[in-house]
Structures are given as C-alpha cells and as structure tokens.
C-alpha cells in the first residue's frame, strides 16, 4: 500500500537474478536503458559501495540534460539495494527539481529501495520510491517514468537473451 509520500512499482522478469542486479549496478547496462521512453542516458558512472555515488543524465526529447545522483545506503547483492536520490547540475552539486522545471524549489533528496526476488529463473524486481519531491501530476508523472524505466530494462534484458 503505497503512503502519500511514496511510490511503489514492480516488474517481472524473464531473467536471472544475477543478470537483473548486474544490470542496475553497471553503467555499461544502465546506460541502454536508464531513461524513460524518448529519453537516453548521456553519461553514467557506479561506485557501487555503501556512501559510493551512483550519478547519471538523462536527455529529453526536448533537448534538456536532467542530471542527478544517488549516495548508496544498502547493498546486499544481489538481493537489495537502497540509495539517497536527488537531482544535480553537470557538476554534481544538488539542485531543487524546480531547477529542472519542477514545482519544489528545495533540494528534495528521495529514498529509493530496490528488492530482487528470484523464482523459477524469473526475477520481480519491486521499487520503492519515498520522500517525494514530484507533486499533482508531477507524482503520476514520476510513476509513469518509472513504469517506463522498468520497461526499457525488460526490452534490453530480451534482447540480451536473444543475442546469446
């Protein structure tokens, strides 16, 4: 049951455990598929240790690089991971989402909890996402993307299988 501050997303996929963590925890798989539909990922970097930064871009459609990063809390491979998300500017300072365009205009810094279940060569991967800067229909716009994030990691880990 999602609270008003939160928003809960899961996914099944035709993957192993193993491969679907890999593919949260390496920039070489975040970057074909960490971005919502229309957008891509320009850059990316993991230094996937507790404190360890996790920073990214996405680029719009529109033409906007969307910067931001996460500090990990948790990692218990390849189970869970936790991390503290906000936006940034290109240097990695954190900015308010209203620097992107957004409502709030204070530094809102999220919780994001990743758990990864294994069953019968199949993985559920279920997000929860607190502290939420997106208001209105920011929120359902927030949901929608990571709907969509979820998606695009479903349609590279079938192409993956099917290159093999």
Known sequence: MEKENELIVSHLYEAPIQLVFNAWTHPEHLMKWWAPKNFTTSYCSVDLKIGGLFRYCMYSPDGVHIWGKGV????????????????????????????????????????VEIDFTEHNN???????????AEQGNEREMAKQGWQEMLDMLANYLNNKSNSK
């Open 72 to 111: 990990y809390t948790e990692i218990n491979a390849p189970f869970r991971l936790a991390y503290l998300d906000c936006f940034t500017d290109k240097d990695g300072n954190d900015v308010a989402p209203a620097y992107y365009g957004m409502k709030l205009d204070v530094i809102q810094i999220s919780k």
């Open 122 to 132: 199949k993985t559920t991967v279920k997000i929860s996402y607190s502290n939420l």
